[in-house]
Each structure stands twice: as C-alpha cells, then as structure tokens.
C-alpha cells in the first residue's frame, strides 16, 4: 500500500473533474453520468468488442463513418458507454478543441436511441484545455484504446468490490488494476490513471519519457523501486514531490529547464519527420510480418547492439566490427541508415513503404529495440493505416524520393504530399489536432506561378511588354534562361530587374548574384572546404556552403517553398562551366530527381523547383559557340542584340522618353553599321550611351576613348593597326557617317514629299489610276 495520498487534482482540474465521474462512476457499477442507468457491464463491454473487435472493419472511411456501422441497432447502453470511452480518450487532449470533443459524443450518442444528456462536470472538462499533446502516435490507435476500455470495463466487474474500492483509496492498487489489462497501447491506460489519481500519475503518455523523466532524477529519491508500469509512475511521483517542493510550484517535465535535463536526444525539437524504409531486405519481403506484427525493422544481423542515442560514430564501431566481410562503401551506408532508424526516427514519425504498385503508411508510435528474429532484429512498433494507395501518378516529390537509394531514407520532403494524400483519404486519415498551430506543417515546394510582365516594367525598361512576357513564359517552363549577346547589351542589368520585378518588391532577398571566372570553381559555387579556426587556435577545414546551396537552403525553407527565389550568374561562360556544376548537371535537367553529392555522398541534393536560374554570357568575352553541349541543353539561350528582338530600337525609345537628341542613337546605329557582317558578336549594346555622362561631347568622347576603342582594338588585333581603328570607328568617323546617313534619310523623305505635291499626271502620265 502507498502511504496515505490524497485524491486530489493535478494540472488542469477541471478535465480531471470530468474523467474522474465517469471513471468512478464506471468501476463502482453506479448510474453513468450520461444515463440514468449503469453502462460498464460485463455484457456491454463483450457486445462493444464484439462489434468493433472480432468484426474490424478495414474498408474506407474515417474512424467515426466505421464506429458508425458498427454500432448500427446497438444496445443504448452500448452507444453511452462508447461516449464514455470518446470523452475518456479525448479529455485530456490539449491538441483538439472542445467543440470537436462534445461533436463527437454528440454524434455517439445520436446513434441510440434514448435522450441521453451530458452534465456540466464533464461538459466543464471537455472545453478546459487539455493536460497534454496526445500527437499522431496516440490519436492514431484510437479503435485501439476503445477495445482496451472495454477489455478494461471486463477486468473490473470480475473483481470484487472490494478491490475497486481499494483502487479508488490507493493509486499503487489502481495502478495494479489497470496493470491487469496487458493490451497495448499503453498511452490510453495511462491517460486513465492520470485522470482517475492527478495528484500522482503524471500526464505523460509515452512510455519511453516516463522511464527517462525517472532515470534523469532518480539520483533525488536514492534509486528507483522498479523498471514495470507501476514502480515508474511510484517513482515518478516521489521524483514530483522533490522537484515541486524545490520549485515552489507544480512543474512541467515539457518546458526548460526539465525538458533539457531529462531529455537529451530522446526527444526532437523540430517537427514531424517521414522515413521511407525498403520492405525487401536482402531478398526477403518483410511487408506482410511487418503489418501483421505491426512494426517496421532493419534487419542489423551483425550490428552488435549500439543503444539508441549513440552517435554516428559510435554506430559506425559497431557496424565496422560486425560487418568485416563487406566493403567499406557499404558499410558507411549501413550506418548511416542504422543511425536514422536508431536515433533520428522518432515516434509520431511517419513511415513508408512501397511493394509492388502500393505505397503503405504507418506512424511510428514505440522506440528503437532488438529482436530475436534474424530478418527483423532491431525495430520499432508501427500503428499501420489499413489501405494502401496505387503509386500511379503519385503527386510530386513522392516519385522522386521512391527513387532515392537505400534501406532507410529521409523521406520528409514528401510529408507535405503524404498528409493532403492521406486527407483525400479517410481511412488513412488519423485523428489530426484541430488546431492548425498544434499539427506538424510541412509546405510542399512547387514551381511558382510568375506575374505577368506589366506595360509599366516595360516602360522602365524600354523593351517591349511581350518581349518581356516571353522571358517571364520561358523561365516559366523552363526555370533556367541565359541572356547572351555583344557588350553594352544590359544582360546583367535585365536580369537584375527581371528578377527583383517576379520576386516582388518585399521580397528583394531572394535574388542573388554571383559572377564566374576562370579559376572559380564547384568548391566556390556549390560546397567546399575552407579553413577554419578551431579549438585552441587550430587550423582545421569545414565544409561550407556555396551561393548556389545557400539559395536552395532558403528556397527550401518552410514558408518559402511557394516564393519564386532567383540565381543570376553573371558572365557565365568565363568560366569552367563543367568544373563549376559538376555533378549538378544532372539537377538542372531534371529537377524532379535527386543525386548524392561530391563532399556529402551520404546527403542527396535536389534544386527547388522554386529557384530560377538567370546567367549572361557577353559574346565578345568568348563565344557561345564554345560553350558546353550539355549547358545548352539545360538552359533557355536568349539573343540580346542591338539590331534584333527585345533590344533593338532600345536607345531610342531611352531617349524619346527622356526628351533628349536622337545623336547618340544615330551615332550607335552607325558605329554597328561599319562593324563587318563577321563581327555580328562585337556590335555595341545601347546601354554605352544611357549613362548620364554619355549626354555631353566630352562624355562622348571618353565612352570612345576609354571603353569603345580599347574594345575595338583588342578585338581586330592582327587584322588592322590602332592608327586604323581609330581612323575608322573614331567619334569623328563615326559622326560623319552620322551626318551622312541622316542627310541621305532627309533627302529620300524631301523628295518623297515633292512626289505627294505634284499631280500623279506630270510624274507618270496620262491615264494614270
């Protein structure tokens, strides 16, 4: 017996309150709180279990459409006694509202046939709040934790009252009446005993905290009593009494500084994870003994047996030790997969697996252990959802991560897809929180819809609006364009502006630039080792990111993945475009898969749909003739060119729309006009004479002198001597054939106007139409 504990009330009194009523209510034979007459009978427990247990229902549905059918004609006494068990399970639950609890007792109670009504002790429970997050791992095993109250309702009416009342007066006697019923899940029994003794079992639900809560502070009560159910939770409430006494208030095992004491790895601070795990495993297909047994497992034959919480490299001894006779590859593999099912899965994960053309799902709902079993020694209990669903047309990521190599694979970006999958799903649909804020969110990346381009950016940029709109069209499609043509053309500057436009004004972080160059290379761009300072002034190297996989990480980011995010490469082909993208070949032509990476061959690497990549390659720097096969085939090649297509007719438009003279452009139009046909890639871009300096004569010269010329005679070196260049592409030359051109346009439109003057007659004759 335990020295004498006052029955009274834990952390939220009210939902302990309405528990305990239908709790004591229940076990003592009395009247249920909801009816005049008492429901825990032996015969409606049998009749409950009857209908939901040896008659399970495995088709589609939601749990409450098959509760439904189920309880078709049942006793009324059986329906009641099903809302009972609802309120039992969903009380203490802080992650559903309490309008959604009442709903569903409501809707049970409907289901009978008298006028049942719900007392304000319970109806003051259900909108408390809640005592804890029941998670996926609980809420999923709801049918699970109804067969146990009613197995429950079985084991107290064989017993004599005198050890009811003796549970009701002392929580070690209830603890052993509970310990009676040795189904599983554990999660509901103990919500039971929280809210039957709240002043001495704990809210906490997992089995794997409680133990670990107790061995954190066990060195406070001078050593546990126990490892079973009962010697945990009587050392747990030793352990209370300490800390509560020291903190001067009730505390809380789920915040700091408690959290961090007790928990150490055991308990994830990020959200929700998903894990792909092979069901063929060397050769044996494991699908059917992993859903009949409800778990999933590695097989870890020769893995020696590594605790969970140990480090990879401590994983990475044991599988050296026991996996001698395979090659040292495969053995880093193994560990890495030994790892994530050992430590980095945890419960409330869900997990997949694919056999044949259907895809399983379950929720990881126990802790890492070793078996005995050679196929399946070392596992974790998975609550599996009844129906599989065809793999055809999966949405996007799921066909690419079914694609990724290995045993166990982090199958997270894909929870997004799973969770709206499972929701068009009811069978496969566990019990959610109704708050959005409590529910594990994952965004799904997806390609962005683009704005279209406006008359106003087109007017900024003096370009045509469906010029631009064929830009916006083809990174669109094709995520990845490249501006190339002769200097001065604006390429960087259009790219700049493009991008800054589709990624919107608030969001101007999420365009980079970065400019290539011979000696830059994949280490730069992408991920590389650099030096770093170490402990106590050691120089050791770290791998750090490049801009392109800083850009992805953000792209990638939850609340990103629906944000267009922009690269602009600058002068592109300067540099070593093989050595620079390496294997990231691949992700720019098939953005749908993933490939294992050069400085992380244990990570895979995807580009976010939502990055687009805009590079510019200047045709006089080297020619695009040159450039890789492969880079052409990944990427939209678009001309910008002085006499052609967006940019033709760019520096007029400039200079009508500042109301300035027309010279520079006649003097652009001449400058390209005695450059030779062979030199199409040298002609000069406008953006020369859009600078504010480029308005006066003395401006005009200096562009010539310091930026046109130099150009000019690097490019005819070997063909024509300086004197010569100067001589025929100097301002002055260039101004007079200017002039000439002008004066020969004027002379066409004087004598064309003479034309209109005179009579058709005195030009052509007589007769003339």
């Known amino acids: 017996m335990t020295a004498l504990v006052e029955r009274g009330f834990g952390p939220v009194p009210k939902v302990e309150a309405a528990g305990r009523a239908i709790i004591d209510a229940g076990l003592r034979g009395e009247s249920s709180p909801l009816w005049t007459e008492p429901t825990w009978t032996a015969e409606n427990a049998e009749e409950l279990l009857r209908r939901i247990f040896a008659n399970y229902d495995d088709g589609p549905g939601s749990f409450m459409d098959k509760f439904q059918r189920q309880l078709s004609d049942a006793p009324d006494g059986v329906c009641v006694m099903a809302a009972e068990f609802m309120a039992l399970q969903n009380l203490p639950l802080e992650n559903v509202k309490g309008e959604t609890k009442l709903s569903r007792m409501h809707e049970i109670l409907g289901w009978s046939q008298i006028k049942a009504s719900i007392p304000d002790v319970v109806l003051d429970g259900l909108h408390a709040g809640g005592s804890f997050h029941g998670g996926t791992g609980y809420s999923v095993r709801q049918w699970q934790h109804f067969c ?117 790895s055991g308990v994830r601070k990020g959200g929700q994870k998903a894990w792909l795990v092979r069901q063929n495993q060397s050769g044996t297909p494991m699908l059917q003994m992993w859903l009949d047994g409800g778990f999933v497992s590695a097989r870890a034959q020769h893995l020696g047996s590594p605790e969970p919480g140990s480090s990879l490299s401590e994983v990475q001894q044991a599988v050296n030790d026991g996996y001698q006779h395979v090659d040292y590859a495969e053995r880093k593999q193994r560990s890495l997969e030994f790892h994530r099912f050992l430590n980095l899965m945890r419960p409330e994960d869900l997990v997949v697996t694919k056999a044949d053309d259907r895809l399983y799902i379950g929720v990881v709902v126990g802790e890492a252990e070793y ?19 065809a793999t055809q047309d999966l949405p996007a990521p799921l066909p690419r991560l079914l694609e990724e190599q290995g045993t166990v694979v982090d199958f997270t970006d894909g929870l997004t897809a799973i969770n709206e999958w499972l929701r068009e799903t009811p069978d496969l649909l566990p019990e959610v929180p109704d708050d959005p804020a409590s529910a594990p969110q994952s965004q799904r990346a997806v390609v962005p819809e683009l704005s279209d381009a406006t008359e106003e950016l087109a007017a900024a940029l003096h370009v045509q609006r469906e010029d631009l709109q064929e830009i916006v069209e083809l990174l669109q499609t094709r995520n990845q364009i490249v501006f190339y043509g002769p200097p001065g053309t604006g ?123 805009i590079g510019t390659m200047n045709t006089a720097d080297r020619s695009i003739a040159m450039v890789d096969a492969a880079i052409r085939r990944r990427f939209a090649f678009v001309e910008l060119h002085p006499l052609e297509g967006m940019i033709e007719g760019m520096l007029e438009r400039y200079l009508e729309a500042q109301g300035k003279d027309p010279l520079r452009a006649r003097l652009l139009d001449a400058l390209n006009s005695e450059l030779e046909a062979g ?81 058709l007659e005195a030009v052509f004759g007589a007769g003339t139409d």
Not at 372 to 382: K, N, Q
């Open 148 to 264: 146990w109250l009613a197995r429950f309702v079985q084991h107290v009416r064989r017993q004599p009252m005198k050890v009811i009342e003796e549970a009701l007066a002392d929580p070690d006697e209830f603890a052993r009446l509970t310990e009676g019923v040795d189904d599983e899940p554990r999660g509901i029994r103990y919500a039971v005993e929280y809210m039957a003794w709240p002043s001495y079992f704990e809210p906490v639900t997992s089995r794997n905290h409680r133990w670990r809560i107790r061995q954190a502070y066990l060195h406070e009560i001078g050593g546990s009593s126990g490892d079973d159910d009962p010697s945990i939770s009587r050392d747990l409430a030793a352990i209370r009494k300490v800390q509560d006494a020291a903190a001067g208030t009730r505390v809380d095992w789920y915040v700091d500084p408690y959290l961090s004491e007790w928990s150490r």
């Open 371 to 389: 078996g005995d079993e050679v196929t399946s020694r070392l596992r974790r209990e998975v609550a599996w959802r009844s129906l599989p669903v």
């Open 491 to 613: 390429k960087t500057y259009l790219a700049g502006k493009i991008a800054r436009f589709l990624a919107g004004d608030e969001y101007g972080d999420h365009v980079k630039t970065v400019q290539f160059h011979p000696s830059y290379a994949y280490e730069d761009f992408f991920e590389g080792y650099r030096p770093a300072l170490g402990e106590g002034g050691q120089v050791s190297f770290s791998l750090e990111p490049g801009p392109l996989r800083r850009i992805a990480a953000e792209a990638s980011a939850e609340g990103n993945r629906d944000k267009p995010f922009f690269l602009i490469i600058d002068e592109m082909n300067r540099g070593n475009l093989a050595k620079v993208f390496g294997e990231l070949y691949f992700l720019l032509e098939y953005r749908d898969q993933s490939i294992n990476l050069q400085y992380s061959p244990t990570e895979t690497f995807v580009l976010p749909p939502n990055l687009f990549i």
């Open 679 to 759: 030199d199409r890639d040298l002609m000069v871009g406008p953006s020369y004479f859009m600078k504010e300096h480029a308005e006066s004569d003395a401006g005009l010269e200096r562009i010539w002198r310091y930026e046109l010329l130099p150009l000019l005679e690097e490019h005819y070196f070997g063909r024509l001597s300086r004197e010569q260049v100067h001589e025929r592409f100097g301002l002055a030359a260039i101004r007079k054939k200017a002039s000439r051109t002008v004066g020969a346009v004027d002379l066409v439109l004087g004598e064309y106007a003479e034309l209109e003057a005179e009579p």
